[in-house]
């Protein structure tokens, strides 16, 4: 019974991220729209084959709460290693002088984030982070992947090694993830950091929960 349910829960959640893919691509949004605001700046990471808009409903909602919120071009659809990510990150919360930035990213987003906090220029400008599903252990099932990008997840990738030693940075983080995560099989928990399991199942659908929602707006309130 299980069984049926997770492949359920995969097909339901490759169905939402083929969606927001589709919906981003037809999108008008510029990366300028939502900098506007009184509150806390927000800086988006998205995950791997992901480009800023794939967050589009995450960033209207902090913006309608009052934030301003700040999208990495740069980042692309997010395929380049994660200290390259880290590096546009950075460059851009130095270009554009940001401090006391939250961070809201997915999935490799938290990965990058996470590098820019612990190491570099950008890591005294970043207040917090809320990661939602990011395999901040890796995943076992990377070692089944052909491709590169994807391997790079790999829990013995130095990469991850190097993060998992930057402790300082995880008291800062709130790492938020889904019951069931058909990509990173072992969880998102993170020592040292606000871990919060959200009662819903998929890699993309989580960033639908009310939870998370919740948690990323108490976060950057």
Known sequence: MNFV????ARLADYAYAGWRQLSGMMSRAQPGDFRSGHLAPVLIIPGVYER??????????????????????????????VPKGAAHVTG?????????????????GGLIGKHVMGFGEGADRVRQMVAVATPFGGSRYANLMLGRTLRAFRPANETLVLLAGALTANTRIVSVYPRFDPHIPDG??????????????????????RETRAEILRAAA
């Open 5 to 8: 349910r997770h492949q359920l």
């Open 52 to 81: 800023w808009q794939f967050l589009l409903p995450v960033i209207r909602e902090l913006h309608g709460a009052g934030h301003p919120v700040h999208v990495v071009s740069a980042l692309g659809s997010n395929r380049a290693p």
């Open 92 to 108: 851009y919360l130095v270009e554009h002088d940001l401090h006391a930035v939250v961070i809201v990213a997915h999935s490799k």
């Open 188 to 209: 998102s928990a993170l020592a040292g950091a606000q871990n919060v399991v959200v009662q819903a199942s998929g890699h993309f659908r989580v960033l639908t929960h």
